[in-house]
Nanobody, 118 residues
Framework: EVQLVESGGGLVQPGGSLRLSCAAS????????MSWVRQAPGKGPEWVSA????????SYATSVKGRFTISRDNARNTMALQMNNLKPEDTAVYYC???????????WGQGTQVTVSS
């Protein structure tokens, strides 16, 4: 059974930090391109960041560049998103996504809530 399980969300004050994790199982993690996507209340999904299968290439949305850092540990089948200097506009449900460009297979986690508020 394929599973992507996010954790690490919560309530944090503006300027604070959180570290999200995504634990993968049931598929060959090392061949998948991984991303974080978020959805704020009343808005559509917003791509946040991505990392290639080997971990050597990363990309970020302009809104989070310089504040968020994506990483992965292929030995442990996990991905992380370190979020610093959080802003109220970062409030959203954050989803972990796995995609295999060759097969077209894609998987999603259930999401973890991040709330930035004083």
């Amino acid at each position: 059974e394929v599973q992507l399980v996010e954790s690490g969300g919560g309530l944090v004050q503006p300027g604070g930090s959180l570290r999200l994790s995504c634990a993968a199982s049931g598929f060959t993690f090392t061949t998948y391109y991984m991303s974080w996507v978020r959805q704020a209340p009343g808005k559509g999904p917003e791509w946040v960041s991505a990392i290639n299968s080997g971990g050597g290439s990363t990309s970020y949305a302009t809104s989070v560049k310089g504040r968020f850092t994506i990483s992965r540990d292929n030995a442990r089948n996990t991905m992380a998103l370190q979020m610093n200097n959080l802003k109220p506009e970062d409030t959203a449900v954050y989803y972990c996504n796995a995609e295999d460009a060759f097969t077209g297979s894609a998987y999603w986690g259930q999401g973890t809530q991040v709330t930035v508020s004083s």
